[in-house]
């Protein structure tokens, strides 16, 4: 059974930092690519970053790109994404992914419909 569990959102004032921890159930990093993907009101939601089960890949969305970065240690079951230079638009809900079937990250950052395994969501705000 694919479980995951996101932590350590909050609220950050624009320019500060946030690190967000996704704890995997056990095995599922081995097999399953991770995403990190976000939904603000009234938006769809959007692949912000995506990690291949090896790690050696990943893929980040022009939004968050150089500021934000994901990376995984299997041996803790637990995917990270660090955001830098946090800016009010980076508000939103914040999920954890998992998926096996889609042949790359990029397309799993793409096709947030398509994403089967997710975890409940957290509060990212950035605001003075």
């Known amino acids: 059974q694919v479980q995951l569990v996101e932590s350590g959102g909050g609220l950050v004032q624009p320019g500060g930092s946030l690190r967000l921890s996704c704890a995997a159930s056990?095995?599922?990093?081995?097999?399953?690519?991770i995403g990190w993907f976000r939904q603000a009101p009234g938006k769809e939601r959007e692949g912000v970053s995506c990690?291949?089960?090896?790690?050696?890949?990943?893929y980040y969305a022009d939004s968050v790109k150089g500021r934000f970065t994901i990376s995984r240690d299997n041996a803790k079951n637990t995917v990270y994404l660090q955001m830098n230079s946090l800016k009010p638009e980076d508000t939103a809900v914040y999920y954890c992914?998992?998926?096996?079937?889609?042949?790359?990250?990029?397309?799993?950052?793409?096709?947030?419909?398509?994403?089967?395994?997710w975890g409940q969501g957290l509060q990212v705000t950035v605001s003075s």
């Open positions: 992914a998992a998926e096996w079937r889609i042949a790359t990250i990029q397309a799993m950052c793409a096709r947030a419909r398509e994403v089967n395994y």
């Open positions: 056990e095995f599922i990093l081995d097999y399953y690519a």
């Open positions: 990690i291949s089960s090896s790690g050696g890949s990943t």
